[in-house]
């Protein structure tokens, strides 16, 4: 499984495609379909236990997919604050400061993984536009030593590559939130689950993974942007299994902007269809 693994980082571009191939495909007896076979079976295998833990219920499941990814990345487990000083010196955590589009309450250490304040500046500024308001981070790398009393041995915020957000209080927001969540879950660039006590979400962020993803989210909101730049506006053509929301989260734009740019009258899209993607609603 270890070795298996580290397969993962590399199809994340795909991974939405491979659960859906129909079990028909795979039987085909011809000597080209059975080395796409062998691909298709193997990056089955080992997204299986992602997806089934496609869901923001915390379980041992889940813990454990966390900790292999801590081992994958040969993270340690802070001891305490002298180890957490240590790591910032070597820039392997990072300072999170807060700023207009998110905000730090409670945070013991305002420090995490690089890829974790990438994720954070990601998401709150999206989140900051669908909902109006900043996102709230409520705890960030937390030592052995500062782990709360409730905390299971094998929590990842030793790590710095976990942090916990504040369930918002609207509605709508917290349905942003979670279907956002849910959809990097699917995506297997980070493990979310809902913590009752105190309510939170509490994220553990996969690093190659995601930034492997937010590269390649990169590289086709540059291509929008030269082509809208160009004047000629860029075209996305609807594949199986995308939504609006989803199209519109790849090329860092809203829903209503490309409905208004191709004059749907509702969200319903076809596969086949091509749509206009206006211009990113934020260059970052
Ligand atoms: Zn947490």
Redesign the pocket.
Known sequence: MEKAGHRVDIPVDVSADVPSVPPSHVARPRAFRLRVTAAVACATVVLASPAAAQSLRGSPASLSLQNRQAERHDFSFLKGSRDVARFVDAGLLVPLEGGPTYRLEDVSFNVARPEVRLFVERLSSQYKQACGEPLVVT?LTRPLTHQPWNASAR?V?PTGM???LRVPRKAACRKWLESTLLELERRQVLDATF?RRPP?Y??AIFPRAYVAYVASLTGREKSAVRASAAGAPATHVVRRGETLWRIAQTYDTTPTAIRRANRLSSTTIRVGQRLVIPTPTHGD
Do not use: F, G, R, T
């Open positions: 705890s929590s915020h976990a942090l916990d913590e939170h509490h994220v």
